[in-house]
């Protein structure tokens, strides 16, 4: 079902940011696109990596275990997982952790989804009594918590900016019955041009892109880490090196389509961004955090001994399995894939570094 702007209050000739037409085009209660389809597989509009293999989560779970025996196998361990899509990932975790009693016994398992009707895929996925749905961090209080996002920060909304000579102009959406959406600028806040300048990262710029509601996601994450103790591992598609314009990308039926089409398919198509790293990266060192080597998928999955377990695995499959595996291995670390356009990062509060995956 096609909805129009006026499903989601946006008709007006007022400007609009790019981070706030995106929220409610996603996020709308009744008509927006996580709200009210499933978007991942092979019927949707992308595929993530525990969609595509268990041996992913499979993976990532096994790094898991491993923080748990850095922390000291403590007797009260958190793992939060943000925007948990389908529930294959946490289906996984909780059938391979069933291995492990003591870390059974002591992880709590969170999962973080604002999204109803997501969130009822979930629960018909995961039948578990450790796992519990949240909609904020209060009632993790005691132990180590590790968060883990798997392509969650790409669907955070984000700001876009430009400087025309020496002013910074935020872009904007302006939306009309008669000429549909349209492109326009207004001059950036104070606030915002300050914090922008602030970041190392964003110097000497034409174009910006600045996860502004990203950022105070992160801010809700990072003091429960810094009180806490733990970390936060994300894995999305984005960059290190310096990409001066818009990568916005509008996405459906698992094909890029051109953005200028969006108002056609508003509610029916995932909007999306590439996540800038050394961004991040400088943000989590700004609030006193530890950050590993930012590494590729491929890097950390292969790391983490993914080949390895692949061999294992195909002992007791047939040929037809064999293949299938070998194809999604191909998908999870191709270099023209997934494997060099994912880009792992951990940020952490710890006495301990040596944290497996990233060197």
Known sequence: ????????????????????????????????????????????????????????????????ISCWEKFGKPKSFNFVELGPGDGSFAKVLVNTIKNFPELNEAINIFLYEKSDFLKKTQTNKIKNSKVKWINNFKSIKKGPVIFFGNEFFDAV????????????????????????????????????????????????LKFIEYPKKGF??????????????????????????????????????????????????LGNTDITYLINFNLLKEFFLK?????????????????MGIIQRAKILEKKMTQKQKDYMSST???????????????????????????????
């Open 157 to 204: 909304p984000i700001k876009q900016f430009t400087f025309f000579k020496k002013d910074l102009f935020e872009k904007c959406y302006i939306i009309n019955k008669k000429n549909g959406l349209n492109e326009t600028y207004r001059k950036a806040t104070l606030k915002d041009s300050q914090v922008i300048k602030s970041f190392k990262t964003l110097r000497n």
């Open 287 to 303: 609030k006193k955090l530890k950050v590993k080597k930012i590494v590729s998928q491929k890097f950390f999955l292969e790391k």
């Open 329 to 359: 291995l191909i998908r999870l670390l191709h270099r023209d894939l997934m494997g060099e356009l994912f880009k792992v990062i951990f940020a952490f509060k710890s006495k301990k570094n040596n944290f497996l995956g990233f060197e």
């Open 1 to 64: 079902m096609r909805y129009k702007p006026n499903s989601f209050n946006l008709y007006s000739d007022k400007l609009i940011p790019i981070d706030e037409f995106i929220e409610k085009v996603l996020y709308h209660p009744k008509a927006g696109y996580y709200t009210r389809k499933i978007p991942f597989g092979k019927k949707g509009d992308f595929i993530t990596a525990p969609t595509i293999s268990n041996l992913f989560s499979e993976i990532v779970t096994i790094w898991l």
């Open 216 to 265: 105070d996601e992160l801010n809700k994450i990072i003091e429960k880490i810094s009180k806490l103790n733990g970390g936060i591992i994300l894995v999305d598609y984005g960059y290190l090196d310096i990409i001066n314009k818009s990568t916005l990308q509008v996405i459906m039926n698992n094909k890029k389509i051109n953005i200028k089409s969006l108002y056609k398919y």
